[in-house]
């Protein structure tokens, strides 16, 4: 299977998740902004944190951040006001004999020196009129377009949690753009127009308003970690959208049946989106194992989840729906079901033809992530009915990989992906 399907197994797992965002601020609330902050700088203590402002005399103000007084023992005053900023002092003196550091007033001047005039023959700048008039109407952050009341925060276009999670919960208005929100939509289309419907192509599958970061499926930490709050949960990818583009082409690039056979047309793609408790066993395995590769396995369902039509969103109760349940409890209840082809396992295939004969056409294929470790090799049905001595996982390449079969015997190797549907 192609290596394009590599990335999306970064997102779900922990490993890494650091590279979503390096700035977690994204989309806090208030309160949220003010608990961060506190951790910016780790070499300063809580107690200190929370001290009240003090005001002290510049000559008293350490030399190197002017920021905190300095350090006093013993009735010794030294120049800096702790270790760090004393390294910083040490650093300089190291790298230069005379390092030039500015030396400080002995007082603070109580009133402002007036601007120097300008040289003869400079002309000085005009400002704006709206500045000029103390009117600072054009520097406002645009309005949340959830509550209509707070400044969105920095380039989103919600205030905070609460709104980002209610904007990706409800969809926003539905007469304005899916993207920017804050345009009419045109015409029949979702967005207000080409600019908006093209970073809708490439947009975060949770929020939908802003890109996406990077090759992952989401824009930040934050969507992540809502996103996560409500598994296991499907993010549609519309048609035209990156992932949807490239889960349609593997899709169709991994069809071995031949030219005579019909691929089906692909629907709708979904992401799925696990919480940590579901994909820690995966990763200790993967961990421990190795060799990821990316398998389909195609499956039924009893429900309208993912159909063309249905206003279906959350997976169903019925034990019947193999789909659904899968979703919930990975392939758990799948794993120790007799087959006589190698035994309990859990069976997928690099060949999407093969998963697509088990789906019924009405059914769906999922694209999992599986953990092969050692594989043994198979050339007939039956040469082994269970996972041999010193192997991790069981290939057969019947027909020259046409009808390919992968089986693995533990549940912690396999994990879902993508679901695609046709119908």
């Not at 390096?22 to 609330?29: H, P």
């Not at 300008?118 to 400002?127: K, Q, W």
């Not at 992530?369 to 082994?384: Q, Y």
């Not at 996972?387 to 057969?396: A, K, M, Q």
Request: charged share 25%.
């Amino acid at each position: 299977m192609s290596d394009d399907y590599r990335y999306p197994s970064d997102l779900d797992s922990d490993e890494g998740s650091i590279l979503w965002d390096q700035d977690s601020r994204d989309y806090l609330d208030d309160d949220d902004e003010d608990f961060l902050d506190s951790f910016d700088d780790l070499s300063i203590s809580n107690s200190e944190r929370r001290r009240p402002l003090v005001l002290h005399p510049v000559e008293s103000l350490c030399i190197i951040c002017l920021a905190r007084p300095k350090y006093t023992l013993n009735g010794r005053s030294y120049t800096t006001c702790g270790l760090r900023c004393a390294a910083i002092l040490q650093n300089a003196t190291q790298a230069s004999p005379a390092p030039s550091i500015k030396r400080l007033p002995t007082s603070t001047p109580s009133v402002r020196p007036p601007p120097r005039a300008p040289a003869i023959g400079t002309r000085r700048r005009a400002l704006p009129a709206s500045t000029a008039n103390g009117d600072s109407s054009h520097t406002q952050k645009p309005v949340c377009v959830v509550c209509k009341q707070r400044p969105s925060y920095r380039d989103a276009v919600t205030c905070g949690l609460t709104c980002l999670e209610s904007l990706a919960t409800n969809g926003g208005d539905p007469t304005m753009c899916n993207y920017c929100h804050r345009k009419p939509r045109q015409g029949t289309e979702p967005q207000c127009g080409t600019t908006c419907a093209e970073s809708a192509n490439k947009a975060c599958l949770y929020c939908r308003s802003r890109p996406r970061n990077g090759r992952y499926h989401l824009c930040s930490m934050a969507c992540k970690k809502l996103s996560t709050k409500q598994t296991p949960l499907l993010l549609e990818a519309p048609k035209g959208h990156a992932t949807y583009e490239m889960v349609e082409k593997n899709f169709l690039s991994s069809w071995k049946a031949g030219a005579s056979s019909v691929r089906p047309t692909v629907k709708r793609v979904y992401k799925i989106i696990e919480n940590a408790d579901f994909l820690k066993p995966y990763d200790a395995y993967k961990k421990r194992v190795k060799n990821e590769q990316f398998r389909y396995h195609g499956t039924t369902r009893t429900c309208s989840l993912g159909k063309v039509g249905s206003n279906q969103t959350k997976v169903c109760n019925d034990s019947r729906c193999s789909m659904c349940n899968i979703l919930k409890t990975s392939f758990k209840l799948l794993a120790f079901f007799i087959l006589n082809r190698f035994g309990a396992g859990v069976y997928t295939s690099s060949a999407s033809n093969k998963a697509f004969s088990f789906s019924n056409t009405s059914g769906a294929v999922l694209v999992t992530k599986v953990v092969l470790g050692k594989v043994r090799t198979v050339s007939a049905w039956n040469e082994v009915m269970s996972c041999p001595t010193g192997y991790d996982s069981v290939i057969f390449d019947r027909q020259n990989g046409t009808l390919n079969e992968t089986v693995v015997y533990t549940d912690d190797a396999i994990r879902p992906v993508f679901l695609i549907t046709f119908s």
